[in-house]
């Protein structure tokens, strides 16, 4: 029986769409990309799934563009977002994306915290 060494592709049919996919930890298990529905790899999605829940210890966002021949970690970018929307709506970040925030926030945008004497 022949073998087929045909697998199936990860790459989106549309011609020029972005699409962003979060590698998780999942600790002991180790690190994977999560698994995610095409129609699900939109910037907005991914940022609301991060909101709501839908990630328990994201580590890395990707973004790729095959049309464009690219691809970008926008860890920093999204993270930036991420903080600026829960400001925006007066909420503490969700404890599931808090580390993943810190660790990929830019120095300089880090709100110093005030003493209060």
């Given at each position: 029986?022949?073998?087929?060494?045909w697998?199936?592709?990860i790459i989106p049919n549309d011609n020029d769409q972005t699409?962003?996919?979060?590698?998780?930890?999942?600790g002991k298990l180790g690190r994977?990309?999560?698994?995610?529905?095409?129609?699900a790899t939109d910037l907005e999605t991914v940022?609301?799934?991060?909101?709501s829940g839908q990630y328990n210890n994201p580590f890395r966002v990707v973004a790729f563009n095959t049309a464009e021949s690219w691809s970008q970690?926008?860890?920093?970018?999204?993270?930036?977002?991420?903080?600026?929307?829960c400001e925006q709506?007066?909420?503490?970040?969700?404890?599931?994306?808090?580390?993943?925030?810190?660790?990929?926030?830019m120095p300089d945008r880090r709100q110093l915290?005030?003493?209060?004497i």
């Open positions: 029986m022949r073998k087929s060494h697998t199936p592709s699409a962003y996919l979060v590698a998780e930890d999942f994977a990309w999560r698994e995610a529905e095409y129609e940022i609301q799934d991060l909101l970690d926008v860890s920093a970018d999204v993270a930036a977002e991420l903080r600026r929307r709506q007066m909420r503490e970040l969700p404890h599931t994306i808090s580390d993943f925030v810190n660790r990929h926030e915290a005030l003493l209060l």
